[in-house]
């Protein structure tokens, strides 16, 4: 990793975006990345006069914004004080910069602002546009935390190999255990005479090679494989998921579509409670 690399966060205020920027800094220190926080200010969307109140001092819409980065500043150093970063506030819609900012970056980290009561959809429209089309990795932070758990990542049939190396990545920074899962979507109400292993010797190569490669990529981390068999594939691999600090999943979006991602990673972004890294590289 080089001093160029640099991890962008985005601060908006809310509790979810202080997770996301207590989340980003850590990463940055153990990265040794250079961390840039940002915050995007809509005012400039509803009026031109940004100005302060004639007469009233820390007054206007312009010093409301600055004041939000500069407690997101203060958020930051309070969770690793000899982070090296820098701050900027931008004018207009996030996603509009985001996607700028992402080029290059080692990940693009954001809280989620979604409705938690609205059908279990807890992420929010920007992170979920970010995830879809930023150009690097999207770390999705929430509140449920396993500082303790292992990083679980999804596999395809190709064995995922960013998702896989961005997984094993986060394991060996963090120190946590890494756990490969990959699920063979098999049709509801299908009764199955035999164990996966037995019943899917493709399905287990695709473990058994990902496993492999994840040790020597990550040589100090403690590395398992899991075959699960489910007509969900989403909701086999958070099952596979109770305790994980993180899960990583990768896409097969391709940016047809503005604002779409893969079905399976759209599906753990939605309802995963925890943190969510979505492996993504320089989208179009």
Request: aromatic content about 2%; proline content about 6%; charged content about 20%.
């Amino acid at each position: 990793m080089t001093d160029s690399k640099q991890i962008v966060v985005g601060y908006d205020g809310s509790t979810e975006a202080k997770q996301a920027v207590t989340w980003a800094a850590r990463q940055a220190v153990l990265r040794g990345c250079h961390l840039h926080l940002i915050h995007c200010s809509l005012w400039i969307l509803v009026t031109s006069d940004l100005g302060p109140v004639p007469g009233v001092a820390d007054s206007g819409l312009e010093r409301a914004a600055e004041r939000v980065l500069e407690e997101g500043l203060a958020v930051v150093k309070e969770a690793e004080p000899s982070v090296d970063v820098t701050t900027t506030l931008l004018h207009g819609m996030p996603r509009d910069h985001m996607g700028k900012l992402s080029v290059g970056a080692e990940m693009l980290v954001l809280g989620s602002r979604g409705l938690g009561g609205f059908l279990g959809l807890l992420v929010g429209s920007v992170s979920l546009e970010m995830a879809a089309t930023a150009s690097c990795p999207v770390a999705v932070i929430r509140s449920v935390d396993h500082p303790d758990g292992p990083v679980v990542v999804a596999i395809d049939d190709a064995g995922s190999p960013e998702a896989l190396e961005d997984a094993c990545t986060m394991a060996s920074v963090t120190g946590a255990d890494l756990k490969v899962v990959h699920v063979v979507p098999e049709p509801a109400g299908l009764r199955r005479l035999r164990d996966p292993i037995d019943a899917y010797p493709a399905a287990e190569a695709v473990v058994d090679s990902a496993v492999r490669k994840a040790r020597e990529l990550a040589p100090q981390t403690t590395v398992t494989g899991e075959l699960q068999v489910n007509h969900s594939v989403p909701r086999a691999i958070l099952q596979a998921a109770p305790d994980a600090r993180i899960v990583v999943v990768g896409t097969k979006g391709r940016g047809l579509i503005k604002g779409t991602i893969g079905s399976t990673a759209h599906a753990v972004l939605h309802h995963a409670p925890g943190p969510v890294l979505v492996s993504r590289r320089n989208a179009g």
